[in-house]
């Protein structure tokens, strides 16, 4: 069953891009907002506690890393330390990290995520998650080619990249997501690149960094997962734990957002639309699996300052 959109909270900005996530540490779903402002903000609330006349806050983080705003936002939770990490793209396509528990002021960190990208795209999104085992940090960009780039970090670790060369060129890559599904001994690590002009979904699974396929030019029967047959216009993804299912999670052209959603062997798949009629006005949309309710979430912001929440059961 699909419920929503329903209303959360809204900033007093227009919005330029969201990063969501669910976390056992605070059983709280957490949206991190970048606004035209400049600023980051973190939103966190219980789905319970959504009654009506309640309205989580917006609460502002930082902002403002020289002269250029942020244009884009990746944000995810690293159990290893117990902290939330928000990851900032700037217009002149430097990323800045923001790391922070909810009861202390956040700590920003500008040198950890200096490794050197040619022509970052800032333009196609950004994608963050946690990989348990090696403890390492992940961002996944888009370098100005088209390329997905997955960069990797932590304290006491040097900051590393490594480039995925794939089929399309830049102006065919509609967004990029990315997850961690841990089903699997080990954990396997996604990368999901939309395509706006065919509507193809690549999934790029790999272990670990010593497994990263480099090229994968010739090998679309592998990692084209799901075509939409519609141009599409960003991409969010996750892994829902309860049934062991990775999601991809559109907008398309026609402004409508679509679930596909597989197993690991790629035999079993589900197709769920989100919404009924054309979205207005929407900035970006993000999603995950929340634990507690085992519900899928999806959350969209518009360009005026908005958030809702659709959620939705295993079945659609």
Known sequence: MVSGPNYVTSINNDIKGIAGYYTDDDSWQHVIVAAEDGYVYEVHWDPNELAPGYQPSAEKLEGHFGASPVVTIAGSFTPDDNYHHAVACTKDGKVHEIYYKLAELPHTNTTVLSYHI??????????????????????????GMGNPVDITWKGNHPTNGITITIPPTDSQVASISGFLSNDANPNTR??????????????????DEQHVPRDIRGQDHVYVKTTFHEPVRNVTAFFSSDTNYRHIV????????????????GGNLRSTQLTSSALANVADITSFYNAHDQLRHVVYATHEGSLFEITYTSQG
Request: aromatic share 10%; charged share 20%; glycine share 4%.
């Open 118 to 143: 040619s022509s970052f795209d800032p333009n196609k999104g950004m994608a963050s998650f946690y990989s348990p085992g090696d403890d390492l940090r992940h961002v996944v960009i888009v370098d």
């Open 190 to 207: 996604h990368i999901i690149v939309a395509r706006n002009d065919t509507g193809q979904i690549y999934d790029i699974a790999y272990a």
């Open 250 to 265: 559109v907008l398309t052209q026609a402004n409508l957002l679509k679930d596909h959603a597989y197993d690991a062997n």
